[in-house]
């Protein structure tokens, strides 16, 4: 088992090898970052999932860039970036096919497709992504970035980026089409039965997401301590959020507040936001065109030879997760939400076959797995719910791990690995 890690005690990159039988630690390799990367509270510099062919594994690092081992832990190559420019974090993994490495490198002023030899590290191509800019979506020069993993669909790595869903050719890097859609680009689509399924997920895309804000009058009477008639920065409280996640713990970074927005809403930049201003931030949450293109869509491939950019077959509008990837089983594709809001949908048509509450409350990061006939979801608290596949909501048991979990878990030979803040866990018959 390949795991990336972050000591943050010393602020430590490291690839770690351990034994898939007994989970001993077989080799770790400290990686040098000149500087580390910023990232959300919850999250950590370490996101990436190690990709292995069998003979190498590479590991990508949105600190420093790519680094590739033999099973024995020898370096092979390393190709170095700066620190990604990020607010989030890369969250990004590597995947290899071909003899290539392809990575999605999404940050601040520097965003791009890429892919590298897996036997040298050598520059195949690059591919600088082209800003898609949606109603009122920020300029390009101020793009926080995706987190998304490429995958392969049909004829092409597929990249799910804030405002577009991007397909390239493999073999130069040619962007072949784009599907605009508000979205921030962070969850990784899944293909199934010929189609692509993308959750395209945004701050403001449902109406829950955005608790209607205090009217202007409302606004002064409470926060303006200096009575002069507006809002300053510091008299703005920490907590008003002008979107939520509305099943996450606020202090778990789950709102975006207007302290956060402040220079945004102060469009006249004086410092302080006057009746005008604070209405037209309203109007525009309100009139958001993202409201409309937020949802799990399906896609299937163009039938025009002249246009292969695929054509949307159905698209759900609610209970769309932000981080955790759809999954697709048997026909049928399962969505995770905050609150462990699963949604069980059918893949040819798009209708919802159910929704329910796994039970553990809070956010969810881990996608959901499946094996054994059975559905895994896992909260960012590390409580794992097990429910049947079908048609049926139906939760078999749950286990507590006791420590957050952020990471997919992966099945392999009947058993399941579960990796924890702090350990890596084995269950099996
Ligand atoms: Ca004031
Ligand atoms: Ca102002």
Redesign the pocket.
């Given at each position: 088992v390949f795991l990336t890690s972050f000591d943050d005690t010393n602020r430590t990159l490291e690839v770690l090898c351990l034994s898939r039988e007994s989970g001993t630690v077989k080799w770790r390799k400290p990686i040098a970052a000149a500087q580390i990367e910023p990232v959300h509270r919850v999250s950590s510099p370490a996101t990436g999932t190690p990709a292995c062919d069998g003979q190498r594994v590479v590991c990508y690092f949105g600190s420093c860039g790519a680094v590739s081992f033999d099973l024995e832990g020898n370096e092979l190559w390393r190709y170095e970036m700066p620190a990604a420019k990020t607010v989030n974090g890369t969250g990004s993994s590597p995947i290899l096919l071909g003899g290539r490495a392809v990575i999605n490198r999404d940050s601040q002023g520097e965003h791009y497709l890429l892919a590298l030899g897996t036997d040298k590290g050598d520059t195949l191509w690059k591919s600088d992504y082209q800003w898609a800019r949606i109603g009122f979506g920020p300029p390009p020069d101020t793009v926080i970035g995706g987190q998304s993993t490429p995958i392969v669909w049909n004829d092409w790595v597929v990249v799910h980026r804030p405002n577009a869903i991007d397909g390239y050719t493999l073999a130069d890097g040619k962007r072949a089409w784009t599907f605009p859609v508000a979205t921030t680009g962070c969850s990784t689509p899944v293909a199934g039965d010929g189609r692509l399924y993308v959750m395209a997920w945004n701050n403001v895309g449902e109406p829950d997401l955005v608790p209607p804000p205090p009217a202007f009058e409302e606004l002064?009477r409470r926060?303006?301590?200096?009575?002069?008639?507006?809002?300053?920065r510091e008299?703005l409280p920490a907590d008003l959020p002008f979107a939520a996640r509305p099943e996450v713990d606020a202090g778990l970074g789950g709102n975006i507040t207007a302290k956060f927005i402040f220079s945004f809403i102060d469009s006249d930049r004086n410092g302080?936001i006057n009746a005008s201003e604070w209405q037209a931030q309203i109007d525009r949450a309100a009139n958001a065109p993202t409201l409309s293109e937020h949802g799990l869509l399906a896609l299937e491939p163009s039938a025009d030879p002249m246009d292969s950019t695929p054509k949307q077959v159905w698209k759900l509008a609610t209970g769309i997760g932000e981080v955790p990837s759809p999954l697709f089983v048997d026909g049928r594709v399962y969505m995770l939400a905050n609150g462990g809001i699963l949604t069980c949908i059918d893949a040819a048509l798009g209708g919802i076959l159910y929704r329910g509450r796994c039970g553990p409350a809070g956010a969810y990061y881990a996608s959901p797995v499946a094996g054994d006939g059975k559905l895994l979801v896992v909260s960012a608290e590390g409580k794992l719910t097990i429910l049947a596949q079908g048609d049926e909501f139906k939760v078999l048991g749950r286990i507590e791990l006791g420590e957050p979990v952020l990471a997919t878990p992966a099945i392999v030979d009947g058993r399941l690995y579960l990796r924890t803040d702090r350990h890596l866990f084995a269950f099996g018959k």
């Amino acid at each position: 088992v390949f795991l990336t890690s972050f000591d943050d005690t010393n602020r430590t990159l490291e690839v770690l090898c351990l034994s898939r039988e007994s989970g001993t630690v077989k080799w770790r390799k400290p990686i040098a970052a000149a500087q580390i990367e910023p990232v959300h509270r919850v999250s950590s510099p370490a996101t990436g999932t190690p990709a292995c062919d069998g003979q190498r594994v590479v590991c990508y690092f949105g600190s420093c860039g790519a680094v590739s081992f033999d099973l024995e832990g020898n370096e092979l190559w390393r190709y170095e970036m700066p620190a990604a420019k990020t607010v989030n974090g890369t969250g990004s993994s590597p995947i290899l096919l071909g003899g290539r490495a392809v990575i999605n490198r999404d940050s601040q002023g520097e965003h791009y497709l890429l892919a590298l030899g897996t036997d040298k590290g050598d520059t195949l191509w690059k591919s600088d992504y082209q800003w898609a800019r949606i109603g009122f979506g920020p300029p390009p020069d101020t793009v926080i970035g995706g987190q998304s993993t490429p995958i392969v669909w049909n004829d092409w790595v597929v990249v799910h980026r804030p405002n577009a869903i991007d397909g390239y050719t493999l073999a130069d890097g040619k962007r072949a089409w784009t599907f605009p859609v508000a979205t921030t680009g962070c969850s990784t689509p899944v293909a199934g039965d010929g189609r692509l399924y993308v959750m395209a997920w945004n701050n403001v895309g449902e109406p829950d997401l955005v608790p209607p804000p205090p009217a202007f009058e409302e606004l002064v009477r409470r926060y303006d301590a200096d009575k002069n008639g507006d809002i300053s920065r510091e008299e703005l409280p920490a907590d008003l959020p002008f979107a939520a996640r509305p099943e996450v713990d606020a202090g778990l970074g789950g709102n975006i507040t207007a302290k956060f927005i402040f220079s945004f809403i102060d469009s006249d930049r004086n410092g302080a936001i006057n009746a005008s201003e604070w209405q037209a931030q309203i109007d525009r949450a309100a009139n958001a065109p993202t409201l409309s293109e937020h949802g799990l869509l399906a896609l299937e491939p163009s039938a025009d030879p002249m246009d292969s950019t695929p054509k949307q077959v159905w698209k759900l509008a609610t209970g769309i997760g932000e981080v955790p990837s759809p999954l697709f089983v048997d026909g049928r594709v399962y969505m995770l939400a905050n609150g462990g809001i699963l949604t069980c949908i059918d893949a040819a048509l798009g209708g919802i076959l159910y929704r329910g509450r796994c039970g553990p409350a809070g956010a969810y990061y881990a996608s959901p797995v499946a094996g054994d006939g059975k559905l895994l979801v896992v909260s960012a608290e590390g409580k794992l719910t097990i429910l049947a596949q079908g048609d049926e909501f139906k939760v078999l048991g749950r286990i507590e791990l006791g420590e957050p979990v952020l990471a997919t878990p992966a099945i392999v030979d009947g058993r399941l690995y579960l990796r924890t803040d702090r350990h890596l866990f084995a269950f099996g018959k």
